[in-house]
């Protein structure tokens, strides 16, 4: 048989026992990601001296380097960094105990937070500054106008750029092999090497990818609708009930139509 | 009368132009005092610097006894002026994904810590007040510009400000809607509140004010009582002004 349809949706369920692995290190790694690449934004926005140079160098080397380059990078360059800690600071860390996952996560967090940065930094800005002082003008710290009405606002705004983000993120997972993490792809590859069946197996891989992110896309269309509150008709007013319309002044009538 | 706000020499530059020349000014408490003038005379600066949304150079900003050296204000002074005045802004800047009612509700449980339920009566309270009681459910883009502001008076006069600043309130708005939201100023100043109202509406002005100020060029030129003036004013540049003003308030009616 030159090409076995039957292997294609038989093996999969075999793959899809690393399904948790392929979606812990995507979900732990846009995490971290998250929180690196907003406090990049805040860098850059903010102008803070020293760092907004480091994190434009950072954010320009990111990009400007492929992710296998990176990964390999990594897994070979933090057991070298513990070894020089070892070797001019005396501290005792164990060079070959690194779990090779932590490679993968550092490796695509960094990676990501760098093109994240860039989208949250545009987020936030363009959230209306005026809201900003109003926030202000009531009284809120700058904390408390971060947290309370930029960050919800600027949430709606980034969510679909972060959104390809985090399926890039899933995808990219599967290059985690060289850093010796079994995921999905990497398990794939060990037993297609059984019955030298590669071909159906990245067809069977491919399959499940796909799936998956369209999965992920429909979600984030979900949450997206349930941020825009606005968007959503009012409580226990309809738009489309004649009765309840004719009370609304016509600026009203207009808006909630469009709903 | 008890004095409520009292500036001294307050100064402010963007770059070359000095848009604030050393202003003095006296607020008694209750008092509502309406500042007129041309566009980039310094009306609204001034009426930021009081909160410090724009940050004065130099100058002395006294809030109910509490003075606030403008060149070396802490952030404990900038809190204490925040916390007791609120801002009324041209373009209403309700929070976008926040209904009417958490709009309201917002600095009274972010800021004063109140318990939810009580901040959501006073809320809904405050906007029965200002005649939204059926629209507290609503979001910004749901109301019409001139219930968003009904809806920003509310959600200042939450947090029982000494001191309310309307910076140009109706200038965004149709006739219709300014027709409300004038009502709802005046009920406001009826009650006592101190004001200051920045504003191209004549009328009102003299209406509600008890003391108006001419602004021009980053200094006052007028200043007295409505009748004095809007009615007598004593200097050459505030006359051609007002004319102008007044002309195209007729043109418009």
């Known amino acids: 048989m030159l090409f076995d349809f039957g292997l294609v949706f038989r093996q999969i369920p075999k793959i899809l026992k690393y399904l948790p692995v392929t979606l812990e290190i995507a979900v732990a790694a846009m995490a971290f990601s998250l929180i690196l690449g907003f406090l990049v934004a805040l860098i850059k926005i903010k102008r803070v001296r020293v760092l907004t140079p480091l994190a434009g160098f950072y954010v320009s080397f990111t990009r400007g380097t492929p992710i296998l380059v990176q990964l390999y990078a990594t897994y070979y360059g933090i057991p070298f960094f513990l070894q020089f800690c070892n070797a001019k600071l005396g501290t005792d860390w164990n060079v070959n105990g690194v779990p090779p996952i932590v490679f993968a996560l550092v490796a695509l967090a960094l990676n990501d937070a760098a093109y994240s940065s860039e989208a949250i930094r545009a987020a936030i800005v363009a959230v209306d500054r005026g809201q900003v002082e109003a926030a202000h003008s009531i009284g809120m710290t700058t904390w408390q106008t971060l947290r309370r009405v930029v960050i919800p606002e600027a949430l709606v705004i980034a969510l679909p750029s972060l959104g390809n983000a985090f399926i890039g993120m899933i995808k990219g997972t599967s290059l985690v092999f060289v850093c010796a993490v079994v995921d999905m792809t990497a398990a794939g590859r060990m037993l297609a090497a059984r019955n030298f069946r590669y071909f159906e197996m990245y067809v069977s891989l491919a399959i499940i990818y796909w799936v998956i992110t369209l999965v992920v896309a429909r979600l984030l269309v979900v949450w997206e609708r349930r941020l825009r509150r606005d968007a959503r008709g009012v409580k226990g007013l309809a738009p489309t009930e004649g009765g309840t319309r004719d009370e609304l002044d016509d600026s009203t009538a207009r808006l909630t139509q469009k709903v | ?253």
């Open chain 2, 1 to 253: 009368m008890n004095s409520m706000i009292r500036l001294r020499g307050l100064r402010k530059r963007f770059d070359h132009i000095e848009v604030l020349k050393g202003i003095d000014l006296d607020v008694a408490e209750g008092e509502v005092l309406g500042v007129i003038g041309a566009s980039g005379s310094g009306k609204s600066t001034l009426l930021r610097c009081l909160d410090f949304l724009e940050v004065p150079d130099a100058g002395e900003i006294t809030l109910d006894g509490r003075a606030v050296d403008a060149a070396h204000a802490t952030k404990a002074d900038v809190r204490y002026l925040r916390r007791h005045t609120a801002m009324v802004f041209q373009l209403f800047h309700l929070f976008t994904y926040k209904t009417a009612l958490e709009n309201v509700m917002e600095g009274l449980v972010t800021v004063q810590k109140l318990d939810k339920v009580t901040a959501e009566a006073v809320s809904r309270d405050l906007l029965d007040r200002v005649g939204l009681g059926d629209r507290v459910d609503h979001f910004p883009s749901q109301l019409s510009g001139g219930q968003q502001q009904r809806v920003a008076i509310a959600r200042s006069l939450a947090l029982n400000p000494k001191v309310m600043l309307l910076d140009e309130p109706t200038s965004a708005l149709d006739p219709e809607s300014i027709a409300g939201v004038l009502a709802v100023i005046r009920d406001v100043a009826a009650e006592g509140r101190t004001m200051v109202i920045v504003s191209h509406e004549m009328n009102f002005i003299s209406d509600i004010a008890d003391q108006v100020v001419f602004l021009n060029d980053g200094e006052i030129l007028e200043r007295g009582t409505p009748a004095q003036v809007l009615g007598a004013p004593a200097t050459e540049r505030a006359r051609q002004f007002l004319a102008r003003a007044n002309l195209t308030l007729s043109r418009a009616a």
